[in-house]
């Protein structure tokens, strides 16, 4: 009990968030893998639910860099999902084919909580990419994927358009590598006060973008043309509200994004 404690009085909000600001992203990663083995114990409890691993807790962790990235009781501690990946975990479940139907997959940045449940499943095809991530079966830049066209049935790639140098060349390769007839979900932080998209190519220092963009490390932040933008790569796009038929107690009960719209983008 007394090590518990500990560990417990070591990983603090104010720790966490130190760690998010300091540690490059592989690392941070690498990390992770390890805390999530011992969160499990540290947090036991009934309160709130991982729809992801159906195991429950008495707390979820904060998260986000800084300002109004920073949330609290948003990260799971044993799978290591946010709001955003229990929601999109229960779009799939229950709005599409991806559980049951044979597909070849493409995981851009592929989230810790997704990808050993997803590489597991037998009627995937199921490759991983990023540009440094140490969990990626390939590393590439997604400015030139490393794909022939019309490869890949289903495309994810989530919080991935706001880091890169060109988004729109980015969508245009999306849509290049997709199969006729598949399907992909693309999110990314969006500003609902914004009509149009905020990029500002002399925005460069760390602390600047994180006023401007919300976080030190992205280049822009989305508005609400990003629809917009994606049907202009060649994407249908159905913009759901999926999150706001689930029930306000379901909501609480998985710690779930309110408001977040799920972008569904589909090649004919």
């Given at each position: 009990?007394?090590?518990?404690?500990?560990?417990?009085?070591?990983?603090?909000?104010?720790?966490?968030?130190?760690?998010?600001?300091?540690?490059?992203?592989?690392?941070?990663?690498?990390?992770?893998?390890?805390?999530?083995?011992?969160?499990?114990?540290?947090?036991?409890?009934?309160?709130?639910?991982?729809?992801?691993?159906?195991?429950?807790?008495?707390?979820?962790?904060?998260?986000?860099?800084?300002?109004?990235?920073?949330?609290?009781?948003?990260?799971?501690?044993?799978?290591?999902?946010?709001?955003?990946?229990?929601?999109?975990?229960?779009?799939?479940?229950?709005?599409?084919?991806?559980?049951?139907?044979?597909?070849?997959?493409?995981?851009?940045?592929?989230?810790?909580?997704?990808?050993?449940?997803?590489?597991a499943m037998k009627n995937l095809d199921y490759t991983t990419g990023d540009y440094n991530s140490p969990i990626a079966d390939i590393h590439f830049d997604l400015h030139?994927?490393?794909?022939?066209?019309?490869?890949?049935?289903?495309?994810?790639?989530?919080?991935?358009?706001?880091?890169?140098?060109?988004?729109?060349q980015c969508m245009r390769e999306l849509y290049r590598i997709m199969k006729p007839g598949g399907w992909g979900i693309f999110q990314v932080p969006l500003d609902t006060?914004?009509?149009?998209?905020?990029?500002?190519?002399?925005?460069?220092?760390?602390?600047?973008?994180?006023?401007?963009?919300?976080?030190?490390?992205?280049?822009?932040?989305?508005?609400?043309?990003?629809?917009?933008?994606?049907?202009?790569?060649?994407?249908?796009?159905?913009?759901?509200?999926?999150?706001?038929?689930?029930?306000?107690?379901?909501?609480?009960?998985?710690?779930?994004?309110?408001?977040?719209?799920?972008?569904?983008?589909?090649?004919?």
């Open positions: 009990m007394v090590k518990i404690w500990a560990i417990n009085c070591i990983f603090t909000p104010v720790m966490f968030h130190f760690l998010l600001r300091t540690i490059p992203r592989p690392i941070l990663i690498t990390f992770s893998l390890w805390f999530s083995k011992i969160a499990p114990l540290l947090y036991y409890g009934t309160r709130y639910e991982d729809p992801i691993s159906g195991k429950t807790y008495r707390k979820f962790l904060p998260y986000g860099y800084s300002g109004r990235a920073k949330r609290k009781n948003v990260l799971c501690p044993g799978s290591l999902s946010l709001e955003r990946h229990r929601l999109l975990w229960l779009y799939l479940k229950q709005k599409t084919n991806f559980f049951t139907a044979k597909h070849k997959v493409l995981h851009i940045a592929p989230e810790q909580c997704f990808y050993k449940l997803f590489k030139k994927a490393p794909f022939e066209n019309n490869t890949f049935d289903v495309i994810f790639c989530n919080h991935v358009l706001e880091h890169v140098e060109d988004a729109d006060t914004r009509a149009t998209t905020y990029e500002d190519k002399t925005i460069t220092s760390e602390e600047d973008r994180e006023k401007h963009f919300w976080q030190k490390d992205h280049v822009r932040l989305f508005g609400l043309d990003y629809k917009d933008k994606l049907a202009a790569a060649g994407f249908k796009v159905t913009v759901d509200d999926f999150v706001n038929t689930l029930g306000a107690d379901l909501v609480d009960r998985y710690r779930l994004p309110a408001g977040e719209m799920i972008y569904l983008c589909q090649k004919s």
